[in-house]
Antibody
Framework: QVQLQESGPGLVKPSETLSLTCTVSGGSMSSYYWSWLRQAPGKGLEWIGYIYYSGSTNYNPSLNSRVTISVDTSRNQFSLKLSSVTAADTAVYYC?????????WGQGTLVTVSS | QSALTQPASVSGSPGQSITISCTGTSNDVGAYNYVSWYQQHPGKAPKLMIYDVSNRPSGVSNRFSGSKSGNTASLTISGLQAEDEADYYCNSYTSTNWYVFGTGTKVTVL
């Protein structure tokens, strides 16, 4: 059974870059899309973007200029970088398998933006 | 691109059927059969319930079904059970090549 696990700092200062990694276990990354999503406290879900295992990406236009998603299939990992963060970026960040629908999810990790 | 519109809350008694609507536009829900639905219990990650409008992943109860008419997609839960109490979100592909979620619906089992 495929499992995903997010990791990274739980606290990021304003204007800095948020960096998270998702480790995939129990299956290959090949032939799949891999996504990042987030959920602000008490709010709904927001799609951040996805990467294909080969490296092509697609990002939410509202975040496009600040987002970078990369993949390292040799380590079974993909990563998220979100630059110039503000308090509005405080959220639970999820990694998931899929590009249009998400069949497997990580447990989520809370990232708080605060000085 | 605005979020898809869902009712804030829907409730029903055990055994009843309820339907959650997800209204978009001709640029998203109405244009593509790429609507998915997710169930989220408090403090948990979302779970895929329906994909491509009406397809159920393996392991999801057949009490859950999806459909679409025009710009509105729907998720129906039949034989409502206490464990179905959760938040539900729809998601759709859009003509600008990205994905938008619905506003979310809280389902309460009376």
């Amino acid at each position: 059974q495929v499992q995903l696990q997010e990791s990274g700092p739980g606290l990021v200062k304003p204007s800095e870059t948020l960096s998270l990694t998702c480790t995939v276990s129990g299956g290959s990354m090949s032939s799949y899309y891999w996504s990042w999503l987030r959920q602000a406290p008490g709010k709904g879900l927001e799609w951040i973007g996805y990467i294909y295992y080969s490296g092509s990406t697609n990002y939410n236009p509202s975040l496009n200029s600040r987002v970078t998603i990369s993949v390292d299939t040799s380590r079974n990992q993909f990563s998220l970088k979100l630059s110039s963060v503000t308090a509005a970026d405080t959220a639970v960040y999820y990694c998931a398998r899929g590009g249009g629908w998400y069949s497997h999810w990580g447990q989520g990790t809370l990232v708080t933006v605060s000085s | 691109q605005s979020a898809l519109t869902q009712p804030a809350s829907v409730s029903g008694s055990p055994g009843q059927s309820i339907t959650i609507s997800c209204t978009g536009t001709s640029n998203d829900v109405g244009a593509y059969n790429y609507v998915s639905w997710y169930q989220q219990h408090p403090g948990k990650a979302p779970k895929l319930m329906i994909y491509d409008v009406s397809n159920r992943p393996s392991g999801v109860s057949n009490r859950f079904s999806g459909s679409k008419s025009g710009n509105t997609a729907s998720l129906t839960i039949s034989g409502l059970q206490a464990e179905d109490e959760a938040d539900y979100y729809c998601n759709s592909y859009t003509s600008t090549n990205w994905y938008v979620f619905g506003t979310g619906t809280k389902v309460t089992v009376l």
